[in-house]
């Protein structure tokens, strides 16, 4: 079982739509999580962090299930520009990030 | 402020020829890392240093590869002799906690 799972999608929404991925992780150690967005032929960008009590930033919703070793994006009104793949990420301490595979989501018009 | 720099961006190569890649990190940064991304193995993380010390190489696919951080604005990741399958993306990422910053990367083709 890989560290870090993540639905590859693709994941195909209308403008305006409310969209949400799930990402598994297998290492209770990890200590803190992030979501970051990598456009075709770019380098991964953070996105944003995860926190236990959740991570609202705009359209973008982050949130944490420790007990059921989870981590969530929410993407509400969804743009055309949204359209990317999305890395979650575990960091586990000691420098050691594991990444996911992503998740490819396109917003059409 | 510069994010992290990478150089060159493209490198085409034939096979059996040696490959060196730069990063420069963020100022202040004191973790590095470096990636490889494909299609098939998506990202994965080669090595990673730590105030200019490697912590861990395991991720390194073969004694082919080597990296090395002369001082805590520079590092290089060297392939001798280079193979087809080496040709990925070649990411460098910095960061002062555990958030960490990508450059643009380098796109290695060997033929």
């Known amino acids: 079982r890989k560290e870090v799972e993540q639905d590859p999608g693709p994941f195909n929404v209308p403008e305006g739509a409310t969209v949400a991925f799930n990402c598994t992780y297998s290492n209770s150690a990890s200590q803190s999580f992030f979501w970051y967005r990598q456009d075709c032929r770019k380098e991964p960008k953070l996105l944003m962090s995860v926190y236990s009590s959740g991570n609202e930033d705009g359209r973008f919703t982050a949130q944490l299930n420790r007990a059921s070793q989870y981590i969530s994006l929410l993407i509400r009104d969804s743009k055309l520009s949204d359209s990317a793949t999305y890395l979650c990420?575990?960091?586990?301490?000691?420098?050691?990030?594991?990444f996911g595979a992503g998740t490819r989501l396109f917003v059409k018009a | 402020d510069a994010g992290v720099i990478q150089s060159p961006r493209h490198e085409v190569t034939e096979m059996g020829q040696e490959v060196t890649l730069r990063c420069k990190p963020i100022?202040?940064?004191?973790?590095l890392f470096w990636y490889r991304q494909t299609m098939m193995r998506g990202l994965e993380l080669l090595i990673y240093f730590n105030n200019n010390v490697p912590i861990d190489d395991s991720g390194m696919p073969e004694d082919r590869f080597s990296a090395k951080m002369p001082n805590a604005s520079f590092s290089t990741l060297k392939i001798q002799p280079s193979e087809p399958r080496d040709s990925a993306v070649y990411f460098c990422?910095?960061?002062?906690?555990?958030?960490?910053?990508f450059g643009p990367g380098t796109r290695l083709t060997v033929t």
């Open positions: 100022s202040g940064h004191n973790s």
């Open positions: 990420v575990g960091y586990t301490g000691g420098f050691k990030t594991i």
């Open positions: 990422a910095s960061s002062r906690l555990d958030e960490q910053y």
